[in-house]
């Protein structure tokens, strides 16, 4: 969508829904530099209020933006250009499919780009169960459409 497309109050559901595995998880993780034993060490974790792995919630807020991309911004971003109110209000673990839908919360040209606006979504990510697993607001500068 083109930022003319994207109006306060759209929301969009996003058509690809995503399994998480336990590579995705390990692999981030690692990637990443974070040795943090309750993402990689199943012994570790089982120990914990949580009896398992918790999937990195850097990688749950990566996914849950890369949802959503197909719908919304494929081609037309310029670029991101911040995250707030990132919240993961339950605990994404290895199993879990991930759905996500879309607000979009203010939209204002660019003072300096007339071919450009800002986009504020909300993206909010559910898993099967549908709990919120992962709240986001993401600012993007984004492309008018073409003349």
Same mark, same amino acid.
């Given at each position: ?12 559901? /996003? /058509?690809?829904? #995503? ?8 692999? @981030?993780?690692?990637? &990443? ?14 120990? &914990?209020? @949580? ?7 850097? @990688? ?52 300096? #780009? ?5 986009? &504020? ?16 607001? #993401?600012?993007?500068?984004?492309? #008018?459409?073409?003349?």
């Amino acid at each position: 969508m083109w930022f003319d497309d994207l109006k306060p109050g759209l929301v969009v559901e /996003a /058509a690809t829904r #995503r399994t998480v595995t336990e590579t995705d998880n390990v692999l @981030f993780t690692t990637m &990443t530099m974070n040795p943090q034993p309750l993402h990689l060490d199943a012994e570790f974790a089982a120990g &914990t209020e @949580f009896g398992k792995p918790l999937v990195n919630s850097m @990688f749950t807020v990566a996914l849950v933006v890369g949802l959503a991309v197909p719908e919304l911004t494929l081609g037309t971003t310029i670029a991101n250009l911040g995250f707030s109110d990132i919240r993961f209000p339950k605990p994404v673990f290895a199993g879990d499919t991930i759905r996500v839908s879309t607000e979009v919360v203010d939209a204002r040209a660019s003072s300096s #780009r007339p071919d450009a606006g800002v986009v &504020t979504f909300r993206h909010d990510a559910y898993n099967q169960r549908g709990e919120l697993v992962c709240q986001a607001t #993401r600012a993007a500068f984004m492309h #008018r459409r073409p003349a």
